[in-house]
């Protein structure tokens, strides 16, 4: 559909809201309105019982206050977040601050088949759509309409509007899960936006009203500006977005360089011509764990394989999915000590099928030390080929179903 050059360029982002959890809260709704963190283990499975008061089945399920390890969290309902803990926090922290809270391991494929399941059902409605990630994605609204809409009833925001409440209704249908999304003029406000009306938010925010609605907001907000630029900003008086819109450039440039001070003022007046990429290439496919306990390469040697052989499947399966096949295997290692080693090996052709995969990552650590325990294992496959690229290249290429 063609654009009129007056039309408003209009970018939603959609967020999920606390998606994993939210994944988990469909599996076991007993949980809905209670404090549930996601990052435990295989051993933190919910188990069924039986209620000794009624003799009904039940399940069982795992306490922060039981916990024991170095894993972290994963994300956490709403409800959990009220007591102080939340993504990327220690488990251990968290079992402190929130010891009566639920723990619930991860289960990825789960989160997996909902993320394609809300992707899909949003591109049934706007297609051009930019993927960011297993929970979110920007959406470009310019022009869009739903069917039946005549484009002179109405301006571009309302009809937006409309198209946003569609798709949030098209991803409860799909998944049964809640989205927040914001419409802004870009991907920037957008995404600032999408998190000011959480859960289940519908934001819409013209230009007349990122001064009310952004720039009371801190610094730390801006997608770009992490803790150290943070604090350094705020010591220089600009805490808050609004503070940082009205900065002087060569004061900012002084203590951050030319090109991230002219950012800077860019972010915080709302400037952002990035356009919705709805076509990017993956550079590389990858999985890897954190163990909750160190493990050692010998003694542990069962486990270790265990975890080494699943990481290879979970990425053959990305790999299908995707339909691409790689040439570089590598692999991924952290160390008690905390360091971190990686080896690789570039085959000949391209392979996506889990044997190949783990054959060549396994090659890789033969050429790595294993007298520490190990933290953090991992598998990437890169090189990537769209699959008919490597047939062409290869004569075939095998997935695993």
Known sequence: MPVAPSTPRLVAHLDMDAFYASVELLRYPELRGLPVVIGGGRRHQPEDAVDPATGKATRRFARLSGYAGRGVITTATYEARALGVGSAMGL????????EAILLPADFDAYHR???AFKEAVRAIAPRVEDRGIDEIYVDLTGARLPGHDEAEDDPWWRARDVARALKAAVRDATGLSCSIAVAPNKLLAKIASDLDKPDGLTMLPPREVPRRIWPLPVRRINGVGPKAAAKLEAMGYGTIGELADAGLHRLATQFGPHYAAWLLDAANGRDDRPVVTESEPKSVSRETTFEHDLH????RDTLSRIFTGL???VARDLARKGYAGRTIGIKLRYDDFRTVTRDVTLDVAVADAVSIRRAAGACLKRVPLDRRLRLLGVRVGGLLHVHDA???RGDVSFDD
């Open 312 to 314: 290879c499947e979970r």
């Open 297 to 300: 390469a010998k003694r542990d």
């Open 391 to 393: 047939v062409a290249a």
């Open 92 to 99: 251990m922290k968290a079992a402190r601050l929130a010891p």
């Open 114 to 116: 909902a993320s394609r």
